[in-house]
């Protein structure tokens, strides 16, 4: 039976929870996820967890906040006024919204707080410092 390896497009169930064992993200109910190992298009840890797999073998990893998302940055949590907000926007918290930031970049912010004054953004991805658990079974490789 053939092991994955690098260069190979993969097909792959997987669920991810934190730490407290709620589930962020999983394929249950969807298409399995497909990419190539080695392509850089997901967290690295997860890449090399299928190096060296067969189809139909399972395994369960932990990826620490460092290799995942890295660190959440304080300096990435800003507080707008809420006068600032257009009268139709009406900011949510957990609503991600894109800003346009003084160099013409957009960024995408995730509202975490709301009062009467302001609105409190947060730039970090929403897995930044936390640990990740990632149940995966290779189901395929495609090529």
Request: charged share 25%; hydrophobic share 35%.
């Amino acid at each position: 039976m053939a092991q994955a390896k690098q260069g190979d497009c993969v097909k792959v169930d997987y669920t991810g929870k934190l730490k407290d064992g709620s589930v962020f993200d999983t394929s249950e109910n969807r298409e399995p996820l497909e990419f190539t190992i080695g392509g850089g298009q997901i967290i690295p840890d997860f890449e090399l967890a299928v190096l060296g797999m067969n189809p139909g073998d399972s395994k369960t990893i932990d990826v620490p906040a460092a290799r995942a998302y890295g660190p959440h940055h304080e300096d990435m949590v800003i507080s707008v006024d809420r006068k600032q907000f257009p009268e139709d926007i009406s900011p949510e918290v957990g609503e991600q919204l894109e800003i346009r930031q003084s160099g013409g970049q957009s960024a995408v912010v995730t509202v975490t707080e709301v009062n009467d004054e302001s609105v409190i953004l947060d730039a970090n991805h929403p897995l930044a410092g936390k640990d990740l658990i990632f149940d995966i079974q290779l189901v395929e490789i495609c090529c």
